[in-house]
């Protein structure tokens, strides 16, 4: 004779392994490791800086066209 089973621990059992499963693939697809978060980081806030630094002022654009003395 066959064992006898529980459906609803079966059920919960499949339910658990697939979200394991799907936890798994998350985890490789966007997972970071703290020390690759903070170097992106850093990195990001570096080119931000740079590129801030090399903006042009409002006072700087109005001198620029007036130095020039050609209307276009």
Same mark, same amino acid.
Request: glycine residues 4%; proline residues 3%.
């Given at each position: 004779?066959? $064992?006898?089973? *529980? %459906?609803?621990?079966?059920?919960?059992?499949?339910?658990? #392994? /697939?979200? $394991? $499963? /799907?936890?798994? /693939?998350?985890?490789?697809?966007? =997972?970071?490791?703290? %020390? !690759?978060?903070? +170097? +992106?980081?850093?990195?990001? !806030?570096? &080119?931000?800086?740079?590129?801030? =630094?090399? /903006? %042009?002022?409002?006072?700087? %654009?109005? #001198? &620029? +066209? #007036?130095? *020039? =003395? &050609?209307? #276009?």
């Amino acid at each position: 004779m066959a $064992e006898v089973i *529980n %459906l609803r621990r079966v059920r919960k059992a499949r339910a658990k #392994s /697939q979200k $394991e $499963e /799907q936890a798994a /693939q998350n985890r490789l697809l966007f =997972g970071a490791s703290k %020390l !690759e978060k903070a +170097t +992106t980081a850093a990195a990001r !806030e570096k &080119d931000k800086r740079l590129l801030d =630094g090399h /903006q %042009l002022s409002p006072i700087q %654009l109005i #001198s &620029d +066209t #007036s130095d *020039n =003395g &050609d209307p #276009s």
